[in-house]
């Protein structure tokens, strides 16, 4: 991704091309590949980039079935967002990209949920660990403080995670994380999480409250570490893998974006999770993880009057 693709809508266009259709032209209507003709006119009273599909006759540009689709901002202003939503690890704000792209605060934050939503994984990503491998599984509370909210909104029975959104996460040591919102810490919930997204045979580091000891006998050799009584690292045994994704999603929740709904905060545990998974530590540097982020603009849509849902899956 060159610099000159964040300032020509054409290069961008050009580029996103070459990058999404390394075979040539694929159709979103019927899914042909490379069967597709560039309209060309003397008058130009067609946009650019479109082409028509010689198996179903339907046209079709690059942005048509992606989060792009029926945008009027220029696509390099898109791919420039992206960039800087993936570089900045702690989160870059809509008020920065208003700011930084020239585009309204609504068109900022809009862009960023689309964003986000491509960098969210698919239904089927497979399960972390395996024979061998450790895991660490924690929760923790995304909310303010009681002490820094309106007084009249402040609540003396909100004690730790009440009143807060809670957090649950899996790291695979020196490998993924999967981060969801969920509506209670519970064996009850957490059990069917854990299941379905780590494998039996890995190695489970937990902390020692009581849905983990419950959960812990379903894998292949379950760790706890009491922190209650100031036990953190036992050998192998430690959350500290986890414990620093959650620094990391604080810092940028707290000091980046201050508030995230709870209708949202999906989205920005996809955006944290992301840039954790494509990190420089596994050889992925600021425009190879933009890039990767771009592969997953296809097949999602998020519209004004449904932020809350995706159209076409994923």
């Given at each position: 991704m060159?610099?000159?693709?964040?300032q020509?809508?054409?290069k961008a266009?050009e580029?996103?091309e070459?990058?999404l259709?390394?075979?040539?032209?694929v159709c979103p209507?019927?899914?042909?590949?490379?069967?597709?003709?560039?309209?060309?006119?003397?008058?130009?009273s067609?946009r650019d980039?479109?082409?028509?599909c010689?198996?179903?006759?339907?046209q079709?540009?690059?942005?048509?079935g992606?989060i792009?689709?029926r945008?009027h901002?220029?696509?390099n202003?898109?791919?420039?967002?992206?960039?800087?939503l993936c570089?900045?690890?702690?989160?870059i704000?809509?008020?920065?990209?208003?700011?930084m792209?020239?585009?309204?605060?609504?068109?900022?934050?809009?862009m960023?949920?689309?964003?986000?939503?491509?960098?969210r994984e698919g239904k089927f990503?497979?399960?972390l660990?395996?024979?061998?491998?450790?895991?660490e599984?924690?929760e923790t509370?995304?909310?303010?403080?009681?002490?820094n909210k309106?007084?009249?909104?402040?609540?003396?029975?909100?004690i730790?995670?009440m009143?807060k959104e809670?957090?649950?996460s899996?790291?695979?040591?020196?490998?993924?994380v999967?981060?969801q919102?969920?509506?209670e810490?519970?064996?009850?919930?957490?059990r069917?999480?854990?299941?379905t997204?780590?494998?039996?045979k890995?190695v489970?580091?937990?902390d020692?409250?009581?849905?983990?000891?419950?959960i812990g006998?379903?894998f292949a050799?379950?760790?706890a570490?009491?922190?209650g009584?100031g036990?953190?690292?036992?050998?192998?045994?430690h959350t500290n893998?986890?414990?620093?994704y959650?620094a990391t999603?604080?810092?940028?929740?707290?000091?980046?974006?201050?508030h995230?709904?709870?209708?949202h905060?999906?989205?920005?545990?996809?955006?944290?999770?992301?840039?954790y998974?494509?990190?420089s530590?596994?050889?992925v540097?600021d425009?190879e993880?933009?890039?990767?982020?771009?592969?997953?603009?296809v097949?999602?849509?998020?519209?004004y009057?449904r932020?809350?849902?995706?159209?076409?899956?994923?």
């Amino acid at each position: 991704m060159q610099n000159e693709v964040f300032q020509d809508d054409t290069k961008a266009r050009e580029w996103l091309e070459a990058h999404l259709w390394p075979n040539g032209p694929v159709c979103p209507h019927c899914g042909t590949i490379n069967e597709a003709t560039l309209i060309r006119g003397e008058k130009r009273s067609h946009r650019d980039g479109l082409y028509m599909c010689n198996a179903c006759r339907q046209q079709f540009t690059v942005t048509v079935g992606t989060i792009f689709e029926r945008s009027h901002v220029p696509l390099n202003k898109w791919l420039y967002a992206t960039f800087l939503l993936c570089a900045s690890k702690k989160g870059i704000s809509s008020h920065q990209l208003h700011r930084m792209l020239a585009v309204t605060y609504k068109t900022a934050w809009f862009m960023s949920m689309r964003i986000r939503e491509a960098m969210r994984e698919g239904k089927f990503p497979g399960r972390l660990g395996g024979d061998g491998k450790m895991a660490e599984a924690d929760e923790t509370y995304v909310g303010g403080r009681e002490k820094n909210k309106h007084r009249r909104k402040r609540r003396s029975d909100n004690i730790g995670g009440m009143g807060k959104e809670p957090v649950f996460s899996i790291v695979e040591r020196g490998g993924k994380v999967r981060s969801q919102h969920v509506p209670e810490v519970s064996a009850e919930t957490l059990r069917p999480l854990l299941q379905t997204q780590l494998d039996a045979k890995t190695v489970l580091m937990t902390d020692g409250e009581g849905q983990y000891r419950i959960i812990g006998p379903l894998f292949a050799k379950h760790e706890a570490v009491n922190h209650g009584i100031g036990e953190y690292v036992r050998g192998d045994a430690h959350t500290n893998t986890v414990e620093s994704y959650f620094a990391t999603l604080k810092r940028g929740i707290t000091g980046t974006y201050h508030h995230v709904s709870q209708q949202h905060l999906k989205r920005y545990l996809a955006e944290f999770d992301f840039r954790y998974n494509e990190r420089s530590a596994l050889g992925v540097e600021d425009r190879e993880r933009a890039a990767k982020a771009l592969k997953g603009i296809v097949g999602k849509r998020v519209t004004y009057k449904r932020p809350g849902n995706a159209r076409l899956g994923a």
